[in-house]
């Protein structure tokens, strides 16, 4: 069974500096990997997905992703982070597009002045 | 369009009631997908439905829970006799028929007392 790894429960980073939210995961091939960010009470939201090509996907919001396969990671980058980015990054793999998502547990991204 | 229509909001429900949750997708979406996140965990899969269909249901809890979509309607998910540890956040995602984009509700925040 596949699973996803995000090693950081919280983060925490001044405005306007980089950001980089690490994500790992366990599966027999490629799968379809994805970002969802959730701000508080509200559902998810895409940010980004790789299917296949590029390793290094483009998002919404200026977020960033890039694929490693030699190390099955799939970390999210944003070189300066807003304080509007505030809020909860799950990481997600799934077999056959977006059906029967497997997530992370999630990285809480607090954002200081 | 409306996006995903979760209601109620929020549920609250004393111990062995039954809790139904309502999902309506997007319009010309026939796919629906739901989710379950406990406190301070990332989603899990439940079940995946199409009209009058369920296609995978692997993630339901094998008693109390159960999904439907009907051809007519938004899609319920029942649990019966609730427990405390039902008490988490319901997500709904729906996408169309051809595999791109699923979008999430707001989620139905569940309160077993």
């Known amino acids: 069974a596949q699973s996803v790894t995000q090693p950081d429960i919280h983060i925490t980073v001044s405005e306007g500096a980089s950001l980089e939210l690490r994500c790992n995961y366990s599966?027999?091939?490629?799968?379809?990997l994805f970002w969802y960010v959730q701000s508080p009470g509200q559902g998810l939201q895409l940010l980004l997905k790789?299917?296949?090509?590029?390793?290094l996907v483009q998002g919404i919001k200026g977020f960033e992703a890039e694929f490693k396969r030699s190390q099955s990671s799939f970390n999210l980058r944003k070189p300066s982070v807003h304080w509007s980015d505030a809020a909860e990054y799950f990481c997600?793999?799934?077999?056959?597009?977006?059906?029967?998502?497997?997530f992370g547990k999630g990285t809480m991204l607090l954002v200081s002045p | 369009n409306a996006g995903v229509m979760q209601n109620p909001r929020h549920l609250v429900r004393r111990r062995g009631q039954e809790a139904r949750l309502r999902c309506s997708p997007m319009?010309?979406?026939?796919?629906v997908y739901w989710y379950r996140q406990l406190p301070e965990e990332g989603l899990k899969f439940m079940v995946y439905?199409?009209?009058?269909?369920?296609?995978?249901e692997s993630g339901m809890p094998k008693e109390r829970f159960s999904a439907e979509f009907p051809k007519e309607g938004p899609s319920i998910l029942r649990i019966q006799q609730v427990v405390r540890g039902d008490s988490a956040a319901y997500f709904c995602?729906?996408?169309?028929?051809?595999?791109?984009?699923?979008?999430f509700g707001q989620g139905t925040r569940l309160t077993v007392v």
């Open positions: 599966y027999g091939a490629t799968p379809y």
């Open positions: 997600a793999v799934g077999l056959s597009g977006y059906s029967t998502l497997t």
């Open positions: 319009k010309g979406h026939s796919h």
């Open positions: 439905l199409q009209k009058e269909n369920i296609i995978d």
């Open positions: 995602a729906s996408s169309p028929p051809t595999g791109a984009e699923a979008f």
């Open positions: 790789y299917f296949s090509g590029d390793t």
